[in-house]
């Protein structure tokens, strides 16, 4: 018991004694408050070359004992250029001091707090900093205020950077940052650490950076005598990327110098994805695998009409690259890579590239050059299965498929001229495709494809030599071609498509939208083709009840419907030619409208056919003859497909021969 009661005694004596001693620096040191301000305004006075405004200054004992500080409160540091824009505006600025340094009247700062502030700094088209204001000193002198700081602290910190020569523009948020500064005569060393975010970086009118964030590590030593930043020991984290960069940069009067060399290792496709000018939040969906390595040398010279040289090597080994958002999923992505940015020339070079997706493999190499007007060299070959055409290009019409397509492509053309047909030449775009594909389900129609086989060869334009396609009843081959291909792919625009169709057997029924009212009359499969010019040879053409024999006619996809000429068929036992059109309507039903010339039909089998064309009154058990004329019509489609009287409006050149109206119990009575 004596034991533990001598125990508490010494902590409460030992407790007791700090804080009289603290009391009594606090004692001290706030009688002594007015000269302690007034020794560091003249202080910082001696050091800096500009002027300071402060709201108010105030001590602080306790926060960072035994580290006294005088906190200034809303400070405004002015440039060098006395410009409307101040230099530093921050909150509070604490500027610290040792209690034995002030018990001697020696008032060397130690440390330095910046919180809640915004700097600008600047280098105009002339060279000149607007951050130089301080007067360096050696530290041997008794005043060497500023020169030795081993405790500078930055809270929630904006730099705002300009480079004029260059037209470079810098926002960078530190959220936290620590750091030991040494100030001497001939040069200034900074041990640097903090975390952050990259607000916005733009070089000219090209956007580089926005909203990544940030942490650096790193020595830097500024040799005041030639004007060069060195960077050592560096250790970077941007967005989720990791490198090092160590170099230097040196400003001069006509053109800065620098030399950087980089590294990271062991990163990912989406960490390079991550540097990319977007939102990070457009990157959440991305996943990645595999090992990237990146070496690179930034060197050369940087002006207001130069830039310097960038060359980056990387490589990617087992890489996987997934968005289930959008269908995509790529694995075993290996390549090897060079980007080049020089005075005058630009280039990205892939080599030995292999990935697969899914079931789908592709293979080559390819590079762009001169960024500014891209001009692309490529040769891919490989296998596109079709579950995955369909999940990256086709989901919106295609429902499911099977089987695959097998390519080899070439490009090499500018990206100018792959957008305009007329530039193109046909060596630019060349390519083959074998299709072997079945089971094909289109969405909103009854369509089922058991087989589509053929190959198509692309030589600016897209060539069908030959496809043939099976469903449940139609067997029909397909031969023609795609103009404005290129233009289609690389700039959106639409593609006139120019084939001929040789078909036994075409049931409409297959390739028709579903009944379902709710469905979009557009979401039929035939909405992917933007033109289409349709020369038909069929030898029997079913829709509906209607059976036709020995079709040929020309169909023309137009805006919003589909335009017949040149029809000659062989239907209800005679013959019809002329030109229709079918308008489609969002708000109201389809309207077909036709001049027609016929000859010999049976007018029993036309409204037998024709399903009495909607009415029971006069059916075809009642009528016989053979119709001969000419008519121009236009009639109401419903949402069946169906033709109906309701709504019919016709002009008729008729000839009936031996008709006859026959057990219509009207007539009887």
Avoid at 234 to 252: C, I
Avoid at 607 to 618: L, P, R, V, Y
Avoid at 656 to 669: D, F, R, S
Wanted: aromatic share 8%; proline share 2%.
């Amino acid at each position: 018991m004596p034991i533990q009661n001598r125990f508490i005694r010494y902590v409460v004596y030992t407790i007791s004694t700090l804080l009289l001693l603290a009391v009594a620096a606090f004692i001290y040191i706030y009688s002594f408050r007015d000269e302690l301000k007034q020794q560091a305004l003249q202080a910082l006075n001696k050091h800096l070359q500009t002027r300071i405004q402060v709201s108010t200054i105030r001590i602080d004992v306790f926060t960072q004992f035994p580290r006294v500080s005088l906190v200034f409160d809303q400070v405004e540091v002015q440039d060098a250029f006395n410009s409307k824009t101040p230099l530093l505006k921050a909150s509070h600025v604490a500027i610290g001091f040792n209690v034995l340094d002030i018990w001697k009247k020696n008032y060397r700062i130690t440390s330095l707090k910046i919180a809640n502030a915004e700097s600008h700094l600047l280098i105009n088209a002339h060279g000149l900093a607007n951050y130089a204001i301080i007067q360096t000193e050696d530290t041997t002198s008794d005043d060497a205020l500023l020169l030795n700081l081993q405790h500078v602290h930055l809270d929630q910190v904006t730099f705002v950077y300009d480079y004029e020569p260059a037209a470079y523009h810098q926002d960078i948020f530190i959220n936290k940052a620590v750091c030991s500064v040494n100030l001497l005569k001939d040069s200034w060393e900074f041990d640097l650490q903090n975390e952050g975010t990259v607000n916005y970086v733009k070089s000219g009118k090209q956007s580089i950076m926005r909203d990544k964030p940030m942490w650096a590590k790193a020595r830097i030593v500024y040799q005041v005598q030639d004007d060069t930043w060195f960077f050592e020991q560096t250790d970077y984290r941007l967005s989720d990327l990791n490198f090092t960069a160590d170099g230097y940069y040196r400003f001069g009067k006509k053109y800065d110098e620098l030399k950087f060399d980089i590294k990271a290792r062991k990163t990912s496709i989406t960490h390079l994805l991550s540097l990319l000018p977007v939102k990070p939040t457009e990157l959440n969906d991305w996943q990645s695998g595999g090992e990237v390595e990146l070496l690179g040398i930034i060197d050369g010279k940087r002006s207001q009409t130069t830039n310097p040289n960038l060359s980056l090597q990387f490589r990617i080994k087992q890489g996987t690259l997934a968005n289930s958002k959008r269908n995509i999923s790529a694995k075993e992505i290996n390549c090897m890579g060079k980007l080049i940015i020089a005075e005058g020339k630009s280039e990205l070079q892939l080599s030995s590239l292999a990935m697969r997706s899914g079931s789908s493999q592709l293979s080559g190499q390819m590079s762009i050059t001169n960024f500014d007007h891209p001009y692309i060299i490529a040769d891919v070959k490989g296998t596109l299965s079709a579950d995955d055409a369909v999940k990256l290009m086709l989901s919106e019409y295609v429902q499911s498929a099977s089987g695959e397509a097998q390519f080899a492509c070439k490009v090499q053309a500018s990206l100018k001229e792959l957008k305009n047909p007329k530039m193109l030449s046909n060596e630019a775009l060349t390519g083959k495709f074998s299709l072997s594909l079945a089971d094909i389900i289109l969405k909103n129609t009854e369509t089922r494809i058991q087989s589509l086989q053929g190959t198509v060869s692309l030589n600016k334009d897209l060539f069908i030599e030959e496809l043939t396609l099976k469903t449940n009843k139609s067997d029909a081959s397909i031969h023609g071609y795609v103009s404005g291909i290129a233009p289609m792919l690389f700039a959106g625009k639409p593609a006139g498509i120019f084939l001929t169709l040789n078909a036994d057997q075409l049931y409409t029924s297959e390739w028709m939208a579903g009944s379902s009212k709710s469905k979009n009359k557009n979401d039929s499969a035939i909405s992917i083709i933007q033109s289409l010019t349709l020369n038909m040879k069929v030898n029997k053409l079913v829709h509906d009840n209607i059976e036709a024999r020995q079709l040929t006619a020309k169909v023309q996809l137009t805006e919003p419907g589909i335009e017949l000429t040149d029809l000659n068929v062989q239907v209800f036992g005679g013959n019809i030619k002329g030109n229709g059109r079918l308008v489609r309507y969002s708000d109201k039903p389809d309207a077909v409208t036709a001049q027609l010339a016929y000859e010999t039909l049976d007018i029993k089998r036309l409204f037998s056919e024709c399903k009495n064309f909607g009415q029971q009154d006069i059916t075809s058990e009642h009528l016989s003859g053979i119709l001969s004329g000419n008519i121009q019509m236009s009639m109401p489609v419903n949402d069946k497909n169906e033709i109906s009287l309701q709504g019919l409006t016709a002009l008729v050149d008729m000839h009936l021969k031996n008709g006859a109206i026959v057990n219509y119990e009207p007539l009887k009575k």
